[in-house]
């Protein structure tokens, strides 16, 4: 067998520069183009710009989702709002579900006011407004009806159908039985059909007093479809009748400024509530239903929009509006939404539930339909699970306990970059968090 001569050099390796951003990573990256919102200085030369809007369009992004994580005090919520703050120059508009009352002074700075939901408040907000199709259709049907209409009328009891029931769940700490999802179903039906607007103390009202006629329907007796919707009621009657009044259990308070470049759902009244997962899926719900209704009028030009939901681990911690939200994740190409899940650490995702539960499947499935992830510093201890659930080289995951404060680290797709976080004298004063620390006698 004949080897290589003594002496002889080795060849050098030969590879594609797409193939060499694995082999380098964080060196190899070409950049993201030049269109969107400026973000900082990529660490390892030129500008870093990012606009998922743009990177979907030209086919780099399959979805565009993101999801932020970091330690308090590394400057996580100082991007997020000036995210916000800059993508308003492109006439994006940014709606966030803040359940910590931490956006007051980016608000302020637009011009606008939080919606402020608390109990027996004067603000409401109805999470089963109606939403039109997003798909119409040209074709008439033999009887003269409009597809797009049916169409409309079908999705949005699914949309209302998967909400009660996720919901209840929700409050149960268990999986609806199909009995229960049938009482549900039925008294939505029954209210739409009586009721212009569907509202939950309808919705809860038939399933207590349901009609002969409609049990009928499913061969069954009306004392038999009380009973069977009997627990649900009493769950989804806590936010028409208990404790949780007054903030979801009407129609939408009319006059509601919701053209302005930001609107904030405050809800720091109920921060420390065990119901706030809950209250955090009504009013995403309540979102989600106005965004479709202006797909539906505006069709698929309409302005894109920003949603943000922060503090995400107390709606993945639910199961039942876990599963809601991410159902409501994959809806955001077709309502032209980005949205934006704000978390403080990897371990996050695990913490929602035991080890192989389907809190922890669905929370990693939301990272998985974010292909944007935003990583700030995390503690030595997150990065094993960093570099598993985020599919880091080893030299990515080192650099995580090491980033300073304004640093992070991107993965935009299969591409990854260390970027630090700019900012303006002005944006410095409306995102800065330390003034109590710094307050002196």
Not at 179 to 189: I, K, N, Q, T
Not at 195 to 202: E, K, M, Q, R, W
Not at 228 to 257: C, I, N, Q, S
Request: glycine share 10%; aromatic share 6%.
């Amino acid at each position: 067998m004949s080897g290589p001569r003594a002496g002889a050099r080795t060849p050098a390796h030969q590879v594609t520069t797409r193939n060499l951003g694995a082999a380098y990573p964080l060196v190899a990256d070409s950049g993201l183009g030049h269109r969107g919102v400026l973000i900082g200085r990529d660490l390892l030369g030129g500008s870093f710009v990012y606009d998922p809007f743009e990177l979907y369009a030209q086919g780099h992004l399959s979805n565009p989702n993101m999801v932020v994580f970091g330690q308090i005090g590394r400057g996580k919520s100082a991007f997020v709002k000036t995210y916000l703050w800059r993508q308003a120059v492109f006439g994006r508009q940014a709606w966030v579900v803040d359940p910590k009352g931490e956006y007051s002074s980016l608000a302020e700075a637009w011009g606008t006011r939080p919606v402020a939901l608390r109990p027996g408040g004067p603000v409401r907000l109805n999470p089963l407004d109606p939403a039109p199709s997003v798909v119409k259709t040209t074709t008439t049907p033999p009887d003269g009806s409009d597809c797009s209409d049916h169409r409309g009328r079908e999705q949005a009891d699914r949309r209302h159908s998967e909400l009660l029931s996720s919901l209840a769940t929700s409050c149960l700490g268990r999986d609806l039985m199909p009995r229960e999802r049938v009482a549900v179903d039925l008294a939505l039906v029954t209210v739409a059909n009586h009721c212009d607007v569907v509202t939950l103390p309808a919705v809860v009202e038939t399933l207590l007093d349901p009609s002969a006629s409609v049990a009928k329907s499913i061969r069954t007796t009306k004392a038999a479809l009380l009973e069977d919707g009997r627990d649900v009621a009493l769950e989804l009657r806590r936010l028409v009748h208990g404790d949780l009044r007054g903030m979801f259990d009407g129609p939408t308070t009319p006059g509601l400024d919701l053209s302005a470049p930001l609107v904030v759902l405050d809800l720091s009244a109920l921060y420390n509530s065990p119901a706030l997962g809950v209250l955090m899926a009504c009013a995403t719900a309540w979102l989600q239903a106005t965004l479709a209704n202006r797909v539906g009028v505006a069709g698929r030009s309409g302005a894109q929009v920003l949603v943000v939901v922060d503090e995400a681990w107390a709606v993945l911690a639910n199961l039942g509006v876990a599963r809601w939200l991410q159902a409501s994740w994959k809806l955001s190409r077709a309502f032209g939404v980005a949205n934006i899940a704000v978390l403080h650490r990897l371990s996050d995702l695990n913490a929602v539930g035991a080890a192989g539960s389907e809190q922890v499947g669905l929370a990693e499935g939301l990272l998985s339909d974010s292909e944007t992830r935003v990583v700030y510093a995390q503690p030595p201890g997150e990065l094993h699970k960093a570099a598993q659930l985020l599919s880091l080289s080893s030299t990515e995951a080192e650099l995580l306990p090491q980033l300073r404060r304004g640093t992070a680290l991107w993965k935009v797709g299969q591409s990854g970059f260390l970027v630090q976080h700019l900012l303006s004298t002005m944006e410095r004063d409306l995102v800065d968090t330390d003034r109590a620390m710094e307050l002196r006698p």
